[in-house]
């Protein structure tokens, strides 16, 4: 781990992430969502194993879709890891998103109810964001 973290620095992978990672809530079914974390990387795949690494993510599975690279967790385990690495590290729109869905882990993970509620609070925010960059 040590090797990995000369190779990738914890400003790197932070930059890295707000420009390739998301923070979101995903339905698991009708009355269930659960926190994800994915980071996309175009050309190499040894970037996202170091990165898995990095941030505690056991799973195996680095999927290629539409000429990119993605690793996806939803692992509690390892959403907390994750948790943990980013807090008090991000800048602009992303570390709003990162706050959200850390806090909403943290008080409400299992309340459908109240994730829906911020799921569709967040879909308004990035919609209002967009909207203004384009302007």
Do not use: C, P
Not at 121 to 128: E, F, H, L, P
Request: aromatic fraction near 10%; hydrophobic fraction near 40%.
């Amino acid at each position: 781990m040590n090797q990995l973290q000369k190779v990738i620095s914890k400003a790197w992978l932070v930059g890295f992430t707000e420009a390739e990672g998301r923070f979101y809530l995903v339905a698991k079914s009708n009355t269930r969502l659960v926190h994800a974390f994915e980071i996309t990387q175009k050309l190499d795949q040894i970037v996202l194993i170091a990165i898995k690494y990095l941030l505690g993510i056991s799973t195996n599975v680095i999927l290629k879709k539409a000429g990119y690279y993605t690793i996806v967790t939803t692992n509690s385990r390892a959403i907390e890891n994750i948790i943990k690495y980013y807090k008090n590290t991000m800048k602009g729109i992303k570390s709003v998103e990162y706050r959200i869905w850390a806090r909403s882990y943290v008080k409400h993970k299992g309340d459908f109810v109240t994730l829906n509620k911020i799921r569709n609070n967040v879909r308004i925010m990035r919609t209002k964001q967009n909207t203004s960059l384009l302007a």
